[in-house]
């Protein structure tokens, strides 16, 4: 929320997220704009001034959780084993896009909003925090190399929506994940 905004746009902007947070975490990245304008008491324009996109407003929904993750990537960028790092800090994000409904899509990488109009803020936090993990895994040769952490978010998220119609989704998504970490092969 740009600081310069009248105080009233800021109240505006303040309502609106309160309200979004609460219809994303019922609703999911469908959240209706219009219903949350309605809830708000706002005109649908004065949401989509705030939030030109649907993005935007899963983003900014789910900016508190991106800061944690961040957080965690700083604290774990000291552990002795690096790839255990690594995984540990992918289950947290799909940990947290379990918890936090919206917050995958608002991770995705699709085209149909333009780059130029809207970045991808969230991606861009995790993949800057989880950088120094990921080329540490790689100098240590626990993970190959030419991996991104844009592949490993890509692969959790993917993970995350392809699961979130089971019925005990969050434990299908951890399982699915440890499957994809481990590869196929049994463990000797």
């Known amino acids: 929320m740009p600081v310069h905004q009248r105080a009233d746009a800021r109240r ?10 609460d219809e994303v975490a019922a609703h999911g990245a469908d959240a209706s704009l219009e219903q949350i304008a309605r809830i708000t008491g706002v005109g649908s324009a004065t949401v989509r001034r705030h939030f030109p996109t ?14 944690a993750l961040c957080v965690r990537a700083h604290e774990l960028a000291s552990t002795s084993d690096s790839r255990n790092a690594l995984v540990e800090w992918l289950g947290d994000v799909v940990s947290y896009c379990v918890s936090a409904r919206g917050l995958a899509a608002a991770l995705t ?19 800057e925090a989880a950088g120094p993990l990921l080329h540490r895994a790689v100098q240590d040769g626990a993970v190959a190399a030419g991996v991104t952490v844009a592949d490993l978010i890509t692969l959790t998220v993917g993970i995350v929506l ?27």
């Open 12 to 21: 505006n902007y303040a309502r609106i997220l309160a309200v979004a947070e």
């Open 54 to 67: 649907r993005r935007a407003l899963l983003e900014a929904v789910s900016r508190k959780r991106i800061e």
């Open 109 to 127: 990488y699709d085209g149909a909003e333009s780059v130029q109009m809207h970045e991808n803020t969230c991606s861009a936090a995790l993949e």
């Open 162 to 188: 392809a699961t979130e119609h089971y019925p005990d989704f969050g434990a299908q998504a951890h399982r699915l994940f440890r499957l994809a970490v481990t590869g196929l092969s049994p463990q000797s």
